[in-house]
């Protein structure tokens, strides 16, 4: 889904391509980062929503291409992310060169799990090098591992190394550029005649295959994606006859597997000390605990999320400050042309600042998403919620992503990397908007304050704030539940995750994290988020003849009024004609069942670009301050009539508008994060869903309250 | 019986990885092969899931998946 893909696919010239394997949480990001540096490129593969990250590594002879594939425990392809894996090993991906090498990520406090997966990787007989990562941790358990003779055993270079004190790093280069060129000696699974017999069968069927790609046939009973008819056509009597040599086809490959990597291990590996190994996992005690735990869970999400929310504050704010004075500095310097003024000052410069306004934000959290990864809390915090979300479908993954979209979509979104599973990351994609971010407060605060707390009282005011915050989680428990049900046929998720040992991280690593989610942003979302800004400001410039400013200054002149309200007169004239506004008068009519006369249409309409416009919009419309607390708007609004009479914004008005808001995408930025993230039919779904549901609402209060209450309450 | 009746602390040795889909196989490759021992260590709030020690490392699975995995208490 990415349309960088020909840039970034293109590797420098003369780069050996070499992926980067391993199970998760073995330390391979840390290892890859450490290799590569900030010589590194994140994007997806075309099609698919899987992390394509490549780093360049420079040894004095040789540069190398790491690409980081997705961590997995198998080659077994049952999910999209292991898909990606064998592709890629295989040469299967459209643009992707096929590796000329691998790099296999071993921890070494669990050595033999590992190494199932090293030595299905061995089968597409590429060079390979294995990294031996944790071995200061392996040492403190008691674990010896003969790194020697185990090389030996294996006939692939083996490396311990502890990466984050810069241990075995070098030696890797060193290895890479060894084994270049070299076919991997890794001993084969001594199969059984019958399922040699049986791999022939498949491989036969299909000239092209790798022999990695025929065992994967073979053995794995629900892939991802169906074989080839030819190849399909085979399996059943190739299945039958490891059945008919007495072994079962769904465990005989972890069967024989296991069995050869015990006999490769013997005697290069000492067990744990069971007491030393149980270390690491003590704090578990208390922090999976039915009472202590779920005190501490609340303590730090509620910790991560005020931070979230009150450290960004006022960054955001200086950020918007330094944003006005920019404005009025590059206003004042061209005054002669205001066409450009206009531009530059509502176009460009408001442009940059709705990209570099999410960085606080967006830094924040993931600083903490990579805090709690890599301490391992992230993996107790599912364990701890996956309850929660199971009958929906989803895991206990959804819950940090749903959270941080209390404070804004767009982190969220990018948050849900941490997903693995596809489909369970498009759904928690989807839904998370739903969430009430904080830029819906100024939108709730000028309802709340105009409408709610005068008629009463502060109960009721801070009942509809919270009432508005709960809306969103509400509806988007079935919504997630019906997406995961009929939209994407999600089976529902297993829920295997491994409790990773709790591990002190590495400030270095967080940085790193932190601010590589930074520039990614940025580059991907942020050229789409600047557009989109600019598109805006044309729709509310445009048409923009001089003859309505001349006129509605003669008549706001000859009524009297200050050269400050004169300003706004012109203003909210020029709104009116726009094509925006033009646009609102032509559908007003479809929310008139919600009880929205043709400003509100206008001003609804342009927040949808940014939700927080709506205050600002609606102070242009209707020529006042542009402020939530202010009492001029307030007054203002409480003063518009219908024709006959009525009050345009009754309580019930109100509340339908705050539905609205609640419930409606109405920002550009976490459109085009989604498009970059799930693809652009994705993003026009979630558009028009949340839309849908946002009209739906808003009629049914006003409808209703009307009913109640009748049209003049 | 299965994982899921095993008490917490109990420990435990497989017998067989019932089923023939993706789960089973997972569980089988992350090295859940009749005659390994396991123990269950925590149990969450809910009830549900539940985290085990297999060949010196944890894993949480929720109890539909561990009835799959027959065990014999040690
Ligand atoms: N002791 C030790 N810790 C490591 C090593 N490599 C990584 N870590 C730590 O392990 C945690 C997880 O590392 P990460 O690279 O994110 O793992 P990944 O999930 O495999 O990408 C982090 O806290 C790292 O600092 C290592 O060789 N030794």
New interface residues.
Partial sequence: MSTESGAVLAAPAGAVPVAVVGNPNTGKSTLFNALTGARQQVGNYPGVTVERKTGLCRTPGREFLLVDLPGT??L?A?SQDEQVVVDVLSGRLPGEPRPQAVLCVVDA??L??NL?LVSQVAEAGLPLVIALTMADEAGKRGIRIDAARLSARLGVPVIPCAVPRGQGVAELREALVQVAGRPNAFPPVPWPPAVAEAVREVAAADPGLTPAEAHRHL????PAREPAPAVAAVLGKARQRILDGGLNP??A???LR?RHLDALLEGSVS??DPVR?ARP?AV?RFL????W??LAFCTIMFGVFASIYWVADPIMKGIEWLQGKFQVWAGEGLTSRPMLQALVVDGLINGVGSVVIFLPQILILFFFVALLEDTGYM?RAA??M???F?WTGLNGKSFVPMLSSFACAVPAILATRTIEDPKARLSTILVSPLMSCSARLPVYSLMVGAFIAPRFGALWAGAAFFAMHLLGLVVAIPIAFFINRFLLKLRTL??????PPYRLPTLRGVAMKMFSNGKEFVVRAGTVIFAFSILVWALTYFPHPESVGRETEAVARARGLGAKDVERAVGSAYLEQSLMGRFGKSVQPVFAPAGFDWKITVAALAAFPAREMLVATLGIVYATEGEADSSDLRDRLGQERWPDGRPIFTPVVAVALMVFFAFCLQCGSTVAVMAREAGWKWAAFAFAYMTGLAWLGAVAVYQGGSLIWGKGA | MSLKDLAIDRAGSIVE?A?????????????F?PGTSVRV?????????I?VEV????????LS?AASLKVRPA
């Fill in positions: 425990y198998s077994a049952s406090t669990n033999r799990r199932f053995f794995d009973l629900e769904v465990s490959e972890a069967y296991y067990p744990a190994a996992y578990d999976t605990h039915r009472f735990g779920l993996a364990f701890l996956d309850k929660v199971s297993p829920f295997i995750l491994e409790m | 990885v089923g023939a889909g993706a789960v089973a196989q997972r569980l089988l490759a992350m090295g092969l260590v925590q149990v969450a709030p809910f009830g549900d899931p985290t060949d010196g490392w944890r894993v949480s699975l929720r998946e």
